[in-house]
């Protein structure tokens, strides 16, 4: 396993928890009732299994990238990191509309819906170019060794206790929130 089979597998985990968040879209789009708990365990996913995600891009690979003249002012990796901004802004936005939500606004589950709906199309897309191209590029462009260190600083052995504790949560809500929207299809 290096570092860009890190990264892909945690794109599996995302797709499968955007899965889940299209399907509550769907259901807030029909008015229909979703347990807000979900909704804020998912956003909490996103939110925080995301942010180490990108973290680990944008703390750990791109500066190295950098070295070798892919740097911030490169296309792709000006693209990636608008991107991962994009995403925090929907996150934000999803998490007011969730609060809304839970006041009684009116319009609120149809805004979370719609936030919901370009938050996954955006990150889809994320992980379309990182997955098909630029993990590609990147491996082309790093030295085994520089792949070797940014690998080290990536493994599970490295998280708190409290990471530890917000994998293990994120793992069963990969394992339990799927079947739960397979029914409401």
């Keep these: 396993m290096n570092i860009f089979d890190v990264l892909m597998e945690e ?6 928890m955007l899965d889940v968040l299209e399907a509550i879209a769907a259901r807030l ?9 979900m909704v ?14 990108h973290g680990k891009e944008e703390d750990l690979l791109f500066p190295v990238l950098a070295q070798h003249g892919i740097g911030t002012d490169q296309t ?9 901004e994009a995403g925090r802004a929907y996150g934000h ?9 839970r006041a009684g606004s009116a319009g609120a589950a149809a805004d979370l819906a719609a936030h919901a709906r370009g938050y996954t199309e955006l990150i889809r897309e994320h992980i379309r170019i990182e997955d098909e191209y630029f993990y590609r590029l990147a491996e082309e462009v790093l030295t085994s060794a520089e792949k070797e260190a940014i690998f080290r600083q990536f493994r599970p052995g490295n998280l708190t206790t409290e990471g530890a504790r917000d994998r293990d949560r994120y793992l069963e809500m ?7 929207v397979a029914d409401w299809r």
């Design 11 to 16: 794109h599996r985990g995302f797709k499968t």
């Design 76 to 84: 792709v990796v000006a693209a990636l990191m608008s991107q991962h």
């Design 29 to 37: 789009a029909r008015n229909e009732a979703v347990p807000h708990g």
């Design 40 to 53: 804020s365990d998912v956003l909490d996913f996103f939110e925080l299994f995301a942010d180490r995600h």
């Design 174 to 180: 990969l394992r339990s929130y799927p079947p739960m």
């Design 93 to 101: 936005k999803m998490r007011e509309d969730l609060s809304r939500l």
